[in-house]
């Protein structure tokens, strides 16, 4: 069974740095897209960043760049969401997902139709002081 599971969310002062782990079990990891997405009490889910299968191709939300990297480990079968200098309006539960292609290094930051069909749970990212 498909199973995606993040940790690595808690309470952080402004300014402050969280790591997020995604870990994979039960599918081909591999074989897969993987992105982070976010969301707000009352707003639209949005994506963070996304990671092709073979890790060559990232990619970021306009307003998280240069603050957040992401990575990923296909033997381990994790992903991974280094996140610096959170502020609060980044609060929100955080969740990754996961995305059949064919393609190596290709990752599409957009929720689309046939598209990231699995997800975590989530876990909660609270900015405040």
Not at 20 to 28: V, Y
Not at 41 to 65: A, L
Not at 67 to 93: H, K, Y
Request: aromatic share 10%.
């Amino acid at each position: 069974q498909l199973q995606l599971v993040e940790s690595g969310g808690g309470l952080v002062q402004p300014g402050g740095s969280l790591r997020l782990t995604c870990a994979a079990s039960g599918f081909a990891f591999d074989n897969h897209a993987i992105a982070w997405f976010r969301q707000a009490p009352g707003k639209e889910r949005e994506g963070v960043s996304c990671i092709s299968k073979s890790g060559v191709t990232t990619k970021y939300g306009d307003s998280v760049k240069g603050r957040f990297s992401i990575s990923r480990d296909n033997v381990n079968e994790t992903a991974i969401l280094q996140m610096t200098n959170l502020q609060p309006d980044e609060t929100g539960v955080y969740y990754c997902a996961a995305d059949w292609t064919p393609y190596q290094h290709i990752c599409l930051l957009k929720l689309y139709e046939g598209g990231y069909g699995d997800w975590g749970q989530g876990t909660q990212v609270t900015v405040s002081s």
